[in-house]
């Protein structure tokens, strides 16, 4: 005579078979705990992340609907493609070499502080800034620079 063994008493029996297996294959798992721990801590990482970004993007749209944007750029901005309207003076000197820039401080500009200044020369202006780049610096992006822009002011 069999007498049946309850259900919940053959799932422990199952339960602990399978962790006897899980115990036999754990020195094998171990040499990549580290891995999958880093791996683990990463992708976690990375979504917490994700949803933080998803968060601001949220509240940038919910704030742009309270607050509109001013209509225009504040008067203190300068961006690269507004119109220049400062006038720059130029350095009477007597050397026709140091004569030919007619820009102040000529030699120390960026490339888009030149940029912004270029606007407001001349064709002679700016063949006179070419020609003494040639001759003291030889700063390529500089020659490369205000070649375009005679060019453009010859209408090539």
Request: proline content about 10%.
């Amino acid at each position: 005579m069999t007498t049946a063994i309850p259900t919940p008493l053959r799932a422990a029996a199952g339960l602990a078979a399978a962790t006897i297996d899980e115990a036999r294959r754990l020195p094998g798992r171990l040499v990549g705990l580290p891995v999958m721990a880093v791996s683990t801590a990463l992708q976690t990482s990375l979504k917490v992340q994700q949803h933080y970004a998803d968060l601001v993007v949220r509240g940038d749209e919910l704030l742009a609907q309270l607050r509109p944007e001013p209509a225009e750029a504040p008067s203190w901005a300068r961006f690269d493609d507004d119109e220049y309207t400062e006038t720059y003076e130029t350095e009477p000197v007597d050397d026709p070499l140091t004569a030919a820039p007619p820009v102040v401080d000529y030699p120390d500009l960026t490339v888009p502080q030149l940029r912004a200044r270029l606007r407001t020369l001349s064709e002679p202006e700016v063949a006179g800034l070419l020609d003494y780049e040639r001759a003291t610096l030889a700063r390529p992006p500089y020659l490369t620079m205000l070649s375009n822009r005679l060019e453009t002011l010859r209408g090539n």
